[in-house]
């Protein structure tokens, strides 16, 4: 069949969770053969998966809108899923949705029910910049056998260690997680999240982090990283030149694409 190399599909759905209408925009394969400067490739079977998680400030939209993800993605053969939580930090919040419950039970069934995605563990991946890379590695930690490997991209990832002052100056992380002293050690904690899963015995996970040297995100990455490496957690860790800004996230998207397990 002839024809563009992906499809790029807009979808409007109704969230029995959340109670309201949202959205996510989904990247499927397609085989082509005539589309200039890419070919496509689709498996015969349902197709793999990347649930790509947005920032604080963006939405569904905005992998495409500031990368090629959608040309990136094409000759991998990977559908990519892409759904909006608004300034949420994919967590159930204290004073708002259940978010983390939309992102970890509902979004993947629904997308499964409506496209050819596949439900095995090792075809599912999860990745996101800065608020998606903590929702990312939140999910892959508290969801384990739904992921076989997560990717933050200058994420937000020690949460739990800013200070009062950086706490009461963020209205959304008072929204989403009430009191200062409600994070640590708690399943939002990232580093809690950690050390609970290497206790596990019966499943592994791969890790990809990456972080600018100039991103007003770089401790937090930096504390995160040691955390893992002392506990063992199987992780590529990349750092460099870099602000907090798409032109690093359109380059390090496609070294997490190479770096995907994908079977």
């Known amino acids: 069949m002839k024809g563009i190399p992906m499809a790029l599909i807009h979808c409007q759905f109704f969230s029995e969770i959340l109670g309201l209408s949202t959205a996510m925009d989904v990247i499927l394969p397609q085989n082509t053969e005539q589309q200039i400067g890419l070919t496509g ?37 990977l559908a990519v899923v892409m759904p909006a939580v608004h300034r949420s930090f994919y967590t159930d919040q204290k004073h708002g ?18 496209f050819r995605l596949s439900d095995k563990r090792e075809d599912n991946f999860v990745a996101g910049l ?12 508290r969801c384990p056998e739904k992921f076989q490997a997560c990717a ?15 706490y ?19 399943d939002n904690d990232l580093m809690k999240l950690a050390d609970s899963f290497v206790q596990r015995k019966d499943i592994s996970l791969k890790f990809f982090q990456c972080c600018g040297t100039g991103d007003h995100l770089y401790k937090e990455n930096a504390r995160f990283r040691e955390h893992a490496l002392k506990l063992g957690l199987d992780l590529t860790y990349e750092e460099g030149p870099g602000e907090h800004e798409w032109g690093y996230w ?14």
Not at 250 to 263: C, N, S
């Open 41 to 77: 490739k689709a498996g015969s079977g349902d197709h793999p998966c990347l649930l790509l998680l947005h920032g604080l400030s963006d939405d569904h939209t905005v992998w495409q809108r500031r990368t090629s993800i959608e040309r990136y993605a094409t000759p991998l053969g």
């Open 97 to 114: 949705y259940d978010y983390w419950t939309f992102i970890s039970e509902e979004v993947l069934d629904t997308a499964r029910s409506f």
């Open 130 to 141: 800065s608020m998606g890379g903590y929702g990312a590695f939140k999910l892959a930690l």
């Open 152 to 166: 933050s991209l200058s994420g937000a990832l020690d949460i739990a260690s800013r200070t009062q002052d950086e």
């Open 168 to 186: 009461k100056n963020s209205k959304d992380i008072t929204v989403a997680f009430g009191r200062h002293s409600d994070i640590a050690g708690t």
């Open 250 to 263: 359109d380059t390090m998207i496609q070294k997490v694409l190479r770096w995907l397990p994908l079977t």
